[in-house]
RNA sequence: AGCGGGGUGGGCUAGCCUGGUUUAUGCCGCAGGGCUCAUAACCCUGAGAUCGUUCGUUCAAAUCGAACCCCCGCUACCA
């Protein structure tokens, strides 16, 4: 446990998970990574740590340069389009970036080309001609899953590339007998082809060592790492044969680019450095931040990322510095705190399957400040989380009605009572002191919790201490002191509205807007020139006057919302309509009715059965991903309608030599079946 | 199939690392009561859980260990 009596003045690094430039960030992204992150920034700020903040689009991946040449567009022009479009997105969920940036940049092109100079001249990159498997068919080398071919160890005709199936032994391509293209089945040829490989092996014991010796990693992270090291780390290609992305700096690696993971990482010191030379044009601070052993470095991710980061990235990190005197070293992750997953409804976000929220959406169904509040309190931190529509209702209700009205009886007794103006206090009794020392304990209880990355926590405890406001409010009930004893009702309300000054500077971290809404309120100091230690039982002085208050929230009306979100979703598809084909593009499709004939599970397939079905005049084999739908006593028998001429495929080893046509629309798959009997073989037109 | 996470009252959830201080926490919902300053908000009381199952360790297990069942995710794969 960290505790805040221990921590000075420090410096952080603060920084989340590089969102893809090619896809709108959901609610589960933005919990994991961004959203989190700056919670803890902002909090950080608030107890007066130094602190930068870092993000940015990673911009290298592949859907960007295949919609790029779809488009007949650069990459690049494409990449900084959405790029803009995901900046300002999170400048509307307000997310406090110090540098929101992206990877096709060139501080960052130029930085990740030196630092792996750096790294092969200190030993860690290994350049391994490799005979590699091309496809003269398909004009490209074969990744280690595009081959296929019989194992050498069990014999096993369906062998992949990179592992066998069956007796689960690690292989290389070339060791396959027989090998063949698992896209044309054509037998691909050996070349020799380049790669340059990081030196993982070389890494591990110290990996290992920094894993486990940290103490807040969470488990989840923890327990993946540990255990991948356990198992003996692969040495890792850097290199790919692409063209969109950072040119490998290595000599004789011309044509090649660097694989996106091993350069988006390093955005976190590139974007550290351009902040530094470009934003604030003070060059040093970036060696006072990154190269200065007591800096913190924090990674917030969802748990997909947990490799990468602690296991890639430090491993980078500690290549890098090998050569390094010690002042030029820089600073190994601190904690890399990684959440589970956001479910909506209890299903997997999906854009394919429209199944979830999306951030710009959201913004258009709820206030901000609804959102950031929902998604803190129910943040994936130990267990995957759903998003529920109830749970949304249900949080708010509780922001509304504890927080919200207790600040708001506070100061409309004030502004009505009292002239508007804080009233004095006078001796404590029992009740009082119970209630100040809550106040008084409350920005410690919630900074602990926070510095040691419990979120949920935090603002579950920020929360509680509004209710207890309102039972401090009961048990004085001041509406009664009043007819009797004005200056007693003052006093409870002096306290009262240390309580509400309390409420602003803690929910500052989470929703920002509201905290300078009641700061107003109060003529309290901005949040700028706030401290999360200012918080004690005098600090808003008698005879402050303050404003009239307005309602702070309201309660959603939570059907209204679910249907705007309807109509939201119904437009959406637009962006995946299909674009108008003619009748001859129609007629190329050999669309027939055939007759199920067998059904045979798949071994070691969950979603697979491997179909013989008749044409009439042919029989065919056909795998069809049905197992979580039907029966194999429900499909056996039955007259389907297949797509014939789709180009086979091999699916778990076995041959697909068409494909089966089902409805398809949320949990429900529907084979298509004819209307009135008629012969396997009949053309579907 | 491999890896990771999880199964706690009707729903959501805390506790589990560091066994006892919990008659298992809190919120919503439900039943009853109180208050009337406040956005019908607030406060109090009550009903409701053999903490997935079985075995084991222990004076003591929701908490530790084993096996099993189920759920979720990642990877494979879903033509």
Redesign the pocket.
């Known amino acids: 446990?960290i505790n805040l009596a221990n921590i000075s003045k420090g410096k952080w690094i603060v920084t989340s998970a590089w969102p893809y430039v090619n896809a709108t960030p959901h609610l589960g992204n933005l919990i994991g990574s961004t959203l989190s992150a700056d919670v803890f920034a902002r909090f950080l700020r608030m107890k007066g740590e130094e602190v930068v903040f870092v993000s940015g689009s990673d911009s290298h991946g592949t859907p960007i340069s295949v919609e790029a040449k779809r488009l007949k567009v650069p990459a690049e022009d494409l990449a900084f389009k959405y790029h803009k479009i995901i900046k300002d997105l999170h400048e509307k969920w307000q997310i406090s970036f110090d540098n929101y940036t992206i990877t096709h940049n060139p501080t960052h092109i130029e930085y990740v080309k030196n630092m792996y100079l750096d790294i092969q001249k200190n030993g860690y990159i290994s350049e391994k001609e490799i005979e590699s498997l091309y496809c003269e068919n398909d004009n490209l080398f074969l990744p280690d899953?595009f081959v296929e071919g019989t194992c050498p160890h069990c014999k096993d005709d369906g062998a992949?590339g990179d592992q066998c199936?069956k007796c689960?032994k690690i292989l290389t391509p070339v060791e396959l007998i027989r090998p063949r293209c698992?896209i044309c089945e054509n037998t691909p040829v050996i070349r020799k082809t380049k790669h340059w490989y990081l030196d993982l092996p070389k890494l591990q014991d110290r990996l290992n060592k920094l894993i486990d010796e940290n103490e807040i990693i969470p488990?989840?992270a923890r327990?993946?790492c540990l255990?991948?090291i356990a198992e003996g780390l692969p040495e890792r290609a850097i290199t790919r044969d692409l063209e969109w992305g950072i040119p490998a700096p290595f000599e004789g690696a011309e044509n090649k680019t660097i694989y996106v993971w091993f350069e988006a990482v390093l955005g976190y010191i590139t974007a550290v450095k351009e902040w530094a030379d470009k934003l604030i044009n003070k060059s040093d601070k970036f060696d006072y931040f990154w190269k200065d052993p007591n800096t913190k470095t924090v990674y917030f991710i969802g748990?997909?990322n947990i490799i990468f980061h602690l296991i890639v990235f430090p491993g980078l990190l500690m290549a890098y510095n090998e050569d390094k005197k010690g002042s030029d070293k820089l600073v190994l992750p601190y904690n890399v705190s990684s959440t589970?997953?956001l479910?909506y409804e209890?299903?997997?976000f999906s854009k394919s399957r429209g199944i979830g929220i999306w951030i710009d959406d959201a913004l258009k169904l709820a206030p901000l400040d609804y959102w950031r509040f929902s998604l803190i309190f129910?943040r994936p931190?130990?267990?995957?989380?759903?998003f529920?529509w109830?749970?949304f209702e249900?949080n708010i209700?509780?922001l509304?009605?504890?927080i919200?009205?207790?600040i708001?009886?506070?100061l409309?007794?004030i502004e009505?009572q009292f002239n508007s103006k804080v009233p004095e206090k006078i001796e404590y009794d029992e009740i009082d002191k119970k209630f100040i020392e809550k106040v008084n304990n409350i920005s410690p209880d919630v900074g602990e919790s926070l510095l040691n990355f419990?979120l949920?926590?935090a603002i579950?405890d920020i929360v509680?201490f509004g209710?207890e406001g309102?039972?401090f409010?009961?048990?004085k009930?001041?509406?009664?002191l009043i007819k009797k004893d004005k200056k007693a009702a003052g006093h409870v309300f002096n306290i009262c509205a240390q309580a509400v000054y309390a409420l602003a500077i803690l929910l500052s971290p989470f929703i920002p807007e509201t905290s300078e809404k009641i700061l107003s309120y109060l003529n309290a100091p901005k949040l700028t020139e706030s401290s999360w230690d200012s918080i004690n039982e005098n600090f808003i002085k008698a005879g402050q006057s303050i404003k009239k208050p307005i309602?702070?929230?309201?309660?959603l009306e939570i059907e209204e919302i679910k249907k705007e979100y309807k109509e939201l979703k119904e437009k959406k598809p637009k962006e995946g309509e299909k674009e108008l084909i003619s009748y001859d593009d129609f007629q190329k499709l050999d669309i027939r009715v055939a007759l199920v004939e067998k059904v045979e599970k798949i071994p070691?397939?969950?979603?697979?059965y491997k179909l013989t079905v008749s044409l009439g005049t042919e029989k065919r084999t056909?795998?069809?991903?049905?197992a979580e739908y039907y029966k194999a006593d429900e499909l056996a028998g039955k007259k389907i309608t297949i797509l014939a001429n789709?180009?086979p495929?091999k699916?778990?080893g076995i041959l697909?030599e068409?494909?089966?046509l089902a409805a398809d629309y949320e949990d429900t798959v529907s084979i298509l079946v004819p209307d009135k009997d008629i012969p396997a073989g009949a053309n579907v037109k």
Not at 381 to 386: C, G, L, N, R
Not at 477 to 480: C, D, G, I, N, T
Not at 604 to 608: E, S, V
Request: hydrophobic share 30%; no cysteine; charged share 35%.
């Open positions: 446990m899953r992949r199936d689960q698992a488990t989840n327990q993946m255990n991948s748990k997909d589970e997953f479910m209890n299903e997997k129910n931190e130990t267990s995957d989380t759903s529920l109830s749970e249900n209700k509780t509304n009605d504890n919200g009205n207790f708001h009886r506070t409309t007794f009505k419990k949920r926590k579950r509680n209710k309102n039972i409010l009961n048990e009930a001041p509406w009664h309602p702070l929230f309201q309660k070691k397939a969950d979603k697979l056909i795998v069809a991903g049905l789709l180009e495929r699916l778990r697909s068409g494909m089966l």
